[in-house]
């Protein structure tokens, strides 16, 4: 059988011939629905990358290295997401389009199904990660004000004390 790509983890539609890939690509960006979605999920990642990237531009040194660990945990989970859609793509095309497989093709779509469950748990990990680092982050940026507070009452002080 002709397969287009060589199977692999990263690629759910290496399960598939050329044909059945084209019909797959066709029928799943086709649908509007599917369209909604992505669109969705694209402008909601345009604005976490938007509030990271305000976040990675702070001046504080511990502001910048929590950013720093946030934009490098944010770009993962990004990765994992898109592999995590992919899985999902290929889990909704197995339900829709069982006829077109084969027996040898509906194994690989089963070894699929069972790395799905392993990138799920990786991609909680991830996101329970993300969100210890905002807290972290809302909790430096208290102790950043309450410390730039304390400075601006002592240079009042000083100043006072001179006069």
């Not at 989970?77 to 509906?106: P, V």
Request: aromatic share 6%.
């Amino acid at each position: 059988m002709n397969y287009a790509i060589a199977a692999s983890d990263d690629n759910p539609l290496s399960l598939f011939n050329n044909e059945q890939a084209k019909k797959l690509i066709k029928l799943n960006y086709e649908s509007p629905v599917m369209k909604v979605e992505y669109e969705k999920k694209k402008e909601q990642a345009r604005t976490r990358q938007k509030e990271i990237i305000l976040l990675s531009q702070e001046k504080d040194g511990k502001i910048e290295s929590t950013s720093n660990e946030l934009v490098t945990t944010k770009m993962e989970m990004d990765g994992l997401r898109k592999h995590w859609s992919n899985i999902q793509d290929s889990t909704r095309a197995r339900k829709s389009y069982q006829d077109f497989l084969t027996e040898e093709d509906r194994k690989k779509l089963d070894d699929s199904i069972k790395s799905e469950a392993r990138w799920k748990v990786k991609y909680e990990k991830r996101e329970e990660q993300g969100r210890e680092l905002e807290e972290l982050l809302q909790h430096i940026r208290t102790r950043h004000k309450e410390n730039m507070d304390e400075r601006q009452e002592g240079l009042k002080k000083l100043k006072n004390s001179r006069c």
